[in-house]
T-cell receptor, first 110, second 113 residues
């Protein structure tokens, strides 16, 4: 299947600062790149996604950028808040199957 | 939460016993998926279905089988559970467009002793 690498594996930020998580993928045919947030003991929740024909998408404090040439995409969280503390997963779609990164544990320090 | 439920939510079983997990949706999505989640591995696809009686393997399908006799139900069976199958299992629905937005069920925590 698709090889998705996600970095960093852990990220600690001061409240109010920005957080950036990066993912790379291998298959140039991939057409859809979602991000999921998972709080402890909960299900993964889709928070933002981007399609292959778009370079950037924003939704309030979160944004995703896609560089198809370099095969990487990133999640940006601005003005971080304690409720942003969670595990974040990137994913890549190929032929109706998602391949996930290993996850990034984000901790927002008050 | 996208009209998807899983049962049971928790199960403890012994090595060698059969186990069946159920996923039920009320959203009429064509595609349904089973994942397992283990520390350091993210979510890994076990099996998926693209319609009634239409299923295919994912990346970690060994030791698992699935069935889908109705649009709304997707069953995951461990024929003879092993300790390596101790995990959290998530069902997801999606595939309504080629961009494949997926929505997850609440998960089942399975412990094999």
């Amino acid at each position: 299947g698709e090889n998705v690498e996600q970095h960093p594996s852990t990220l600690s930020v001061q409240e109010g600062d920005s957080a950036v998580i990066k993912c790379t993928y291998s298959d140039s045919a991939s057409n859809y790149f979602p991000w999921y947030k998972q709080e402890l003991g909960k299900r993964p929740q889709l928070i933002i996604d981007i399609r292959s024909n778009v370079g950037e998408k924003k939704d309030q404090r979160i944004a995703v950028t896609l560089n198809k040439t370099a095969k990487h995409f990133s999640l940006h969280i601005t003005e971080t808040q304690p409720e942003d503390s969670a595990v974040y997963f990137c994913a890549v779609n190929n032929d109706y199957k998602l391949s996930f990164g290993a996850g990034t544990t984000v901790t927002v320090r008050a | 939460d996208a009209g998807i439920t899983q049962s049971p939510r928790h199960k403890v079983t012994e090595t060698g016993t059969p186990v069946t997990l159920r996923c039920h949706q009320t959203e009429n999505h064509r595609y349904m998926y089973w994942y397992r989640q283990d520390p350091g591995h993210g979510l890994r696809l076990i099996h998926y279905s693209y319609g009634v009686k239409d299923t295919d393997k994912g990346e970690v399908s060994d030791g698992y089988s699935v069935s889908r006799s109705k649009t709304e139900d997707f069953l995951l069976t461990l024929e003879s559970a092993t300790s390596s199958q101790t995990s959290v299992y998530f069902c997801a629905i999606g595939g309504d467009s080629s961009y494949n937005e997926q929505f997850f069920g609440p998960g089942t925590r399975l412990t094999v002793l």
